[in-house]
């Protein structure tokens, strides 16, 4: 999270896969089909390879502001987007995090972070730069120069995060870790630093490439950008590592890559790779620290491109030859994006995240056993909470969904549909009820951002819509996001294939900070999709009812945060609701089948913190669900502003919201982050089974309602409160 400006990105061009193929009923065993997938590999060697350039390297052009994954500078395997491949599925669970700089997991991974490492979830922690900025290690409140010494600064930052992952797992700050070294790809070497307690584990990986070099102020960015550039690890002080490595931009990539194929995460957590568009003067944009035109440190843009370009290339190698796909799922975080939005945790939240960076910050008093320094002096003590800045108040999702996609078949069987590699997948329960799901059929279409929007047809075919990586270009390369669909050929069978339907923003650049797709079906049959846009307002696209899309169409309003929720009230109008500044906006259909319009004067609705989600209520109105910034409490309140009774169901994070006839089903997290239900009046918390990840959906089945959601096994659970099963 080091405080340093940065630069700018370009784009691309993408083409849907053109596949006259469908997706088989089983999709596991259209990978064993020789004759389709054939077939489908002579089309799509000549699709890929001219458009998709997904081989897992990439660069920016002319700056830092987006990622891409560019055509590959050397020759290597490219990602397949049809369908139809065998997955991995160990059942195990295995975090990885990648950050720019050591504190960016504390400050905006967490907590989430902490909740898995606190389920006994194994942790591994990768930085890729020394963090060593400017070498100085500033001491509140003394005065006089720092002397500055890079490979101290670095060591001393090391020790920080020691202390800190000690205290999360449950031992003394000052407890010894084994320090070794681990050779990577292409012989290089990192120090690594281990610690077990009990059933918890962490392991810290320590890149150490430079913040800066002499030609370059911003050295990960123009890695990711110059063709020609090479970085030379720092090494820090007291460190096991002795020789330097060198890297260049598929030298960083291939080591991302070779880690993931080590450890097998089920979950990687990355920093945001497009950040929103954020113009402020020059004298507050350096005292922010944002790169120029865009709201996050140009490293954690760098990293986050970079780990995109791994995870594409991972699942590229790793499905070569008719391998498997690697099971697992990822989560983007927002960084100084925090500065600029409403605050989300709520004080016992809070005060728990701002705790682990106060044995991250240290003190020159202590004797932690580390001569270079015993932390990051700048950030212990109070300054976490007192830093004007406010990163720590908030952990915001760079896509946040409503969760899993969850569909009912016609023999009774539960379908849950996510992103599992990159690619849509579809889990099928085994039997009606059971609660029991099957391996996952892989439907193809990656590289996809994390979460699907999905809405079915009055018919009961299922569509998705997912945010692809049409390219992921550096060095120049092409710089693209589509929205993409699939569509089913019939209720709970077989889909088409996937369809582009394009960006509504015309320049690529503007493109990449699109949102996630959301859909919802009218009585008319049209479907209405939603997306947030570049200038943080709400684009449409319309389905009509014999399946032509029509243009895409700028909403208009004010600014909202992505994490929008769609639904149709009793009268048949199509609604759209977002999270403002200071207040909920609104986007409605005046009368049933009309175009969907802002609705500048409405009621005032409370201000959220977060996303927000929306019910039926049992005389056709709509009823919204969410807490106000800061605040544990849930806020329930009509379209109107007319306030509702809000039940107890004290938390923090998305509140899901279904309405039934006798009162909502609401879904969300308490306080220790745990799954609660409440329904027909009593909450009910989620206490066994694997520890849930992002938010989960509600369902009302015949037997009542359930909570359906992904786990740190990269596996689908279902909880009913009723029976209380996990």
């Not at 790779?273 to 020059?282: G, R």
Request: charged share 20%; hydrophobic share 35%.
């Amino acid at each position: 999270m080091n405080e340093i400006p940065g630069g700018r990105p370009h784009a691309a061009v993408f083409r849907t896969v053109e596949d006259s193929g469908t997706v088989p009923e089983d999709a596991g065993a259209a990978a064993t089909a020789s004759g389709l997938r054939t077939a489908l590999r002579l089309t799509r060697r000549r699709v890929v390879t001219a458009a998709l350039a997904l081989a897992g390297t990439s660069a920016l052009a002319g700056g830092l502001a987006g990622c891409s994954v560019p055509a590959p500078r050397r020759g290597g395997p490219t990602a397949d987007p049809a369908p139809g491949m065998p997955i991995t599925s160990s059942r195990r669970a295995q975090l990885m995090q990648i950050m720019a700089h050591p504190d960016d997991d504390l400050y905006f991974m967490n907590p989430d972070c902490q909740r898995m490492v606190d389920a006994g979830v194994p942790l591994l922690c990768v930085y890729v730069t020394a963090g060593e900025h400017t070498g100085k290690n500033h001491i509140p409140g003394r005065t006089g120069e720092t002397v500055a010494d890079r490979e101290d600064y670095s060591s001393a930052r090391h020790q920080g995060l020691r202390q800190a992952y000690a205290e999360m797992i449950g031992l003394d700050k000052f407890t010894p870790w084994h320090k070794g070294v681990a050779t990577l790809r292409g012989d290089r070497q990192a120090e690594i630093n281990t610690l077990t307690h009990g059933n918890r584990r962490v392991e810290l990986v320590f890149l150490n490439l430079p913040m800066h070099t002499p030609r370059r102020w911003m050295a990960l960015p123009s890695l990711w950008e110059d063709r020609a550039l090479g970085l030379r690890t720092v090494i820090a002080t007291d460190s096991p590592v002795r020789r330097a490595s060198d890297y260049d931009y598929d030298g960083l990539v291939d080591v991302l890559v070779g880690l993931m194929d080590r450890y097998r995460p089920t979950v990687i957590h990355t920093l945001d790779p497009d950040p929103d568009i954020q113009h402020s003067d020059e004298a507050t944009r350096k005292k922010d620290s944002e790169q120029p035109g865009y709201s996050d440190h140009g490293d954690h843009t760098a990293v986050a491109c970079f780990s995109w370009a791994a995870m594409v290339r991972w699942v590229a190698e790793a499905t070569a030859d008719g391998g498997s796909i690697p099971g697992f799922v990822t989560t983007s975080f927002r960084g100084y994006y925090n500065r600029h939005w409403p605050k989300n945790l709520p004080e016992p939240v809070l005060r728990e995240k701002a705790a682990h960076l106060v044995p991250y910050g240290g003190d020159p008093s202590w004797q932690c056993g580390n001569a270079a320094g015993c932390g990051d002096y700048m950030v212990g003590g109070s300054r976490p909470l007192t830093n004007k800045k406010g990163w720590v108040r908030a952990t915001h999702h760079r896509y946040p969904g409503p969760g899993p996609v969850v569909g009912s078949g016609p023999d009774g069987r539960l379908s849950v549909y996510g992103v599992l590699g990159l690619r849509a997948v579809r889990w099928r329960e085994t039997d009606p009820g059971s609660g029991q799901w099957a391996e996952p059929d892989d439907l193809g279409g990656g590289p996809l951002a994390p979460g699907l929007g999905g809405t079915a047809l009055l018919d009961g075919r299922q569509l998705l819509f997912g945010l692809r990586f049409a390219a992921l270009g550096g060095h120049g390369g092409a710089n693209k996001r589509e929205v993409v669909v699939l569509e089913q050929r019939s209720p709970g069978g077989p889909f088409l294939a996937w369809s582009g339907l394009g960006n509504p923003e015309r320049d690529d650049d503007r493109g990449r900070r699109i949102g996630v797709p959301v859909a919802v079906t009218a009585p008319d049959g049209r479907v209405h999709l939603f997306v947030r846009n570049a200038d943080k307002g709400v684009s449409s696209r319309v389905r009509e009812a014999d399946g032509t899309w029509g243009p895409w169409r700028d909403l208009g309003g004010a600014e909202v945060q992505d994490g929008l929720s769609a639904a149709v009230d009793g009268r048949g109008r199509v609604h759209v609701f977002a999270a403002g500044r200071e207040r909920v906006h609104h986007w409605a259909q005046s009368a049933r089948g009309g175009q969907v319009a802002f609705q500048p004067g409405g009621a005032v609705l409370p201000a959220p913190g977060g996303p927000v989600d929306v019910a039926g209520t049992a005389d056709g109105g709509l009823a919204l669900y969410y807490r106000r910034p800061a605040a544990k409490e849930l806020t329930a309140v009509r379209v109107d502003g007319a306030p509702l009774q809000a039940p107890a169901f004290d938390g923090y994070g998305t509140v899901n919201a279904a309405g039934t006839p006798k009162g909502p089903v609401l879904l969300g997290r308490d306080l220790r982050g745990r799954i609660q239900l409440y329904v027909g009046g009593r909450r009910a918390v989620r206490a066994q089974g694997v520890v849930a990840l992002g938010p989960a959906t509600p369902h009302l089945g015949p037997k009542g309602a359930m909570a359906v959601g992904i786990g740190a096994d990269a596996y689908p659970w279902s909880w009913a409160s009723h029976t209380d099963a996990a």
